[in-house]
C-alpha cells in the first residue's frame, strides 16, 4: 500500500532559524511523483513543488530548499532563515499509479515565532 | 488569472436539502478531483475526472454525485447531505500528459461546508 508519513506533528522555532520538515513515502511503483503543499492559516492549498522518481538532485527555491533520497524513501523541505509568513501547515505527498489520486501525509503544522 | 474557483465558500445546510458546490477552472486542464478534509483524517479523495465525460471514485464517495459535461466544469453534488459530511471541501485540477505522468495538481479555495 502507497502512504506518506510525516513523523513532525508540530514545529516551532524563532524567526531566522531553519528548519527541515520530513517526509518518508512508501510505494512499489517504480515510477513515482512527490509533491509539498503549503495550508496557510487562511485555507488554501499552495503548491510548492513536484518532483519525479527518476530526479534525484536536490531543488533550491529561494530559501526553500528539498532533498529528495530513493535509498531512504525520504523527501525533505528545508526553509532556510525561516519567517513568521512561512507560519502553515506543510503537507507532502505522493501520486498513486493510474487514478493521479493525491497521498497526503498528515501534515506538520510549523509556528514560526518572532 | 490561471486558477480554480470554488462556489459557495462557506455553506450552511440542513440534513436532506440538495446542494451542488461548483469547480472551475481556466487552464485547460484534462485532470479534476474533489478532496475533502477532516481533522484527524486529512485529505482524502472523493471523485476524480481524467477528461471529459469520463469520472471515477475515489477513497470516499458514498453520499456524492459528480459530472464533467465540459472540461472546465467538475460539479460536486450532494443528494442528501448528513452531518457526516460537514467538512472543507477542496476542488482541484492538473493538466494529465497521459499514462502515469501526473503534473501538480492546482486547488480551489476551499469550501467549508457544515450539515446540521
Known amino acids: 500500500a502507497q502512504k506518506v508519513t510525516q513523523a513532525q506533528t508540530e514545529i516551532s522555532v524563532v524567526e531566522k532559524e531553519d528548519v527541515t520538515l520530513d517526509c518518508v513515502y512508501e510505494t512499489r511503483d517504480t515510477t513515482y511523483y512527490l509533491f509539498w503543499y503549503k495550508q496557510p492559516p487562511s485555507g488554501e492549498l499552495v503548491f510548492l513543488i513536484r518532483?519525479?522518481?527518476?530526479?534525484?538532485q536536490n531543488e533550491i527555491s529561494g530559501r526553500y530548499s528539498w532533498n529528495f533520497q530513493k535509498s531512504t524513501s525520504s523527501f525533505n523541505f528545508t526553509i532556510t532563515a525561516s519567517q513568521v509568513v512561512d507560519s502553515a501547515v506543510y503537507f507532502c505527498?505522493?501520486?498513486?499509479?493510474?487514478?493521479?489520486?493525491?497521498?497526503f501525509g498528515q501534515g506538520t503544522t510549523l509556528q514560526v515565532k518572532p | 488569472e490561471a486558477q480554480v474557483t470554488q462556489n459557495p465558500r462557506y455553506l450552511i445546510t440542513v440534513t436532506g436539502k440538495k446542494l451542488t458546490v461548483t469547480c472551475s477552472q481556466n487552464m485547460n486542464h484534462e485532470y479534476m478531483s474533489w478532496y475533502r478534509q477532516d481533522p484527524g483524517l486529512g485529505l482524502r479523495q472523493i471523485y476524480y475526472s481524467m477528461n471529459v465525460e469520463v469520472t471515477d471514485k475515489g477513497d470516499v464517495p458514498e453520499g456524492y454525485k459528480v459530472s464533467r459535461k465540459e472540461k472546465r466544469n467538475f460539479p460536486l453534488i450532494l443528494e442528501s447531505p448528513s452531518p457526516n459530511q460537514t467538512s472543507l471541501y477542496f476542488c482541484?485540477?492538473?493538466?494529465?500528459?497521459?499514462?502515469?505522468?501526473?503534473?501538480?495538481?492546482?486547488f480551489g479555495p476551499g469550501t467549508r461546508l457544515t450539515v446540521l
Open positions: 482541484a485540477s492538473s493538466l494529465y500528459s497521459g499514462g502515469n505522468s501526473y503534473n501538480e495538481q492546482f
Open positions: 518532483r519525479n522518481s527518476f530526479d534525484e
Open positions: 505527498a505522493l501520486s498513486e499509479r493510474n487514478t493521479g489520486k493525491l497521498i
